[in-house]
């Protein structure tokens, strides 16, 4: 036992900074898109999560090579190579597009907390729901600061890790209650393209769901943010190897985690006939009838760890970006860093704060992240490509094969989500 425990220690160690990122992207944001849309199209959407986690590990890759190779961070990169404007634009449009989610995702995870309590003391209906869900909230951002306060990188990097363990291992489990047909999932892979037409018309509804999974998924903080972890992480050129199998094994777990949460859906539907899931926490109600309370609270602690474990990266971006603009370093215990994140906190309460259901807004912010893709891509396929800063460790044919791809998939997607969002506006 104590062999395993070590052997097991030893990994997390190994993948520490691809579960970080894991983390990052797979909040109550993913969520809430991916149960959206496996209770509304099934497993028809799922070639768009399998090519959203393909092309994410592409740019882990070259990101994370990049940072190895040259010692350098994103951001802190940007501006030496292409100027300050730039590189202020970069982190300008990511630490906006999380900002935007952060409450909405901070009112998910309170909500989910509330139902979680509600299971376990049914009493708890006679408390007023407005002003539990709000305390809620307020005592995870303190718990979420003061952790930051006094904590280290690689302490977060362990909570993350159970977080994220407790999240997949949840929706994994709950996928023995209820999940499609093998032939359902398999055929998910292929592209249907008639998903998104209605009646000979483009659907406003599929092409700005498709743009979410996407943003949710392909998510720009992920690769900006990934050569700040590997520095800190203590990874050199020497660790190249590594990182390689740091990448496969996070967008891995990536694509199984939200394919787990999409068949929990998909499946929910088909074996009770029932509507649509227009919250996320229609879901709780949806398992209840087939899986009894057991796979419902296993569904609450999969959403909650979805939510904490993107929460610490989200209130961590923008004094990690600033720490990067200036120095290219690490800085997480910094006056600084305490007092954006603070404020981030504290920014992270409006949602709850307002009493507004945040369905409709976390889809629409996960959207707003796609815009920034195409720039972040070409940008690094620029600098990866460059003989006189990678030397012999410079793209080859295969990695710009991917980020060419990636490019092309950015642009259709974002072209895409502008003409679901004028639609939108016009009808």
């Known amino acids: 036992m104590k062999s395993f425990l070590q052997t097991l220690y030893r990994f997390l160690l190994l993948v520490g900074p691809g579960i970080f990122c894991v983390g990052y992207t797979i909040g109550t944001g993913s969520v ?34 990049f940072a190895l190779v040259t010692g350098e961070t994103s951001i802190h990169a940007f501006r030496r190579y292409f100027g300050a404007p730039v590189a202020i634009l970069v982190a300008f449009m990511v630490v906006l597009g999380q900002w935007f989610c952060l409450s909405g995702l901070v009112g998910l995870s309170s909500e989910a907390l509330y139902q979680l309590f509600l299971l376990i003391w049914p009493g708890l ?39 994220v363990t407790l999240l997949g291992l949840s929706f994994i489990v709950s996928n023995a209650y209820v999940h499609p047909t093998a032939g359902q999932f398999f055929g998910g892979f292929l592209p249907k393209i008639s998903t998104f037409y209605v009646d000979g018309k483009l659907s406003v509804s599929t092409t700005l769901l498709v743009a979410s999974l996407v943003g949710t998924t392909l998510a720009a903080p992920t690769f900006v943010v990934r050569p700040l972890l590997l520095h800190g992480k203590g990874w050199t050129k020497n660790d190249l190897k590594t990182q390689t199998r740091d990448v496969l094994f996070s967008s891995v777990l990536m694509f199984v ?6 068949c929990c859906a998909c499946g929910a539907i088909l074996n009770l006939g029932g509507k649509p899931i227009e919250k996320v926490l229609d879901m709780v109600q949806t398992l209840t009838p087939i899986a009894g309370s057991g796979a419902v609270i296993l569904f609450l602690i999969g959403m909650i760890s979805a939510g904490l474990s993107s929460i610490f990266p989200i209130v961590m971006v923008c004094p990690l970006l600033i720490g990067d603009f200036r120095q290219g370093t690490l800085q997480i215990r910094t006056p600084l860093f305490r007092i954006i994140s603070a404020f981030v906190c504290f920014l992270g309460l409006m949602v709850p704060l307002l009493g507004a259901n945040p369905i409709a807004a976390q889809i629409l912010t996960q959207i707003a992240q796609v815009f920034v893709l195409p720039l972040i891509i070409i940008l690094m396929q620029i ?13 080859g044919v295969l990695l710009n094969i991917g980020m060419t791809g990636a490019f092309l998939f950015s642009l259709v997607i974002s072209g895409t989500a502008v003409q679901g969002l004028v639609r939108l506006l016009t009808n």
Do not use: P, Q
Not at 32 to 55: D, N, R
Not at 257 to 262: D, G, P, S
Not at 383 to 395: Q, T, W, Y
């Open 383 to 395: 600098l990866v490509n460059r003989r006189s800063i990678m030397g012999e460790h410079r793209a």
């Open 125 to 163: 209906e006679t408390v007023d729901r407005y002003w539990f869900v709000l305390g809620t909230a307020a005592c995870v951002m303190t718990v979420v600061y003061a952790i930051l306060w006094v904590g280290n990188y690689s302490r977060l990097e362990f909570l993350l890790t159970l977080l």
């Open 32 to 65: 809430t898109t991916m149960i959206k849309t496996g209770s509304e199209y099934g497993m028809s959407l799922l070639w768009v999560v399998a090519a959203s986690c393909f092309f994410c590990g592409v740019l882990m890759e070259a990101y994370g090579r």
């Open 257 to 262: 985690v939200n394919a787990a949460i999409m």
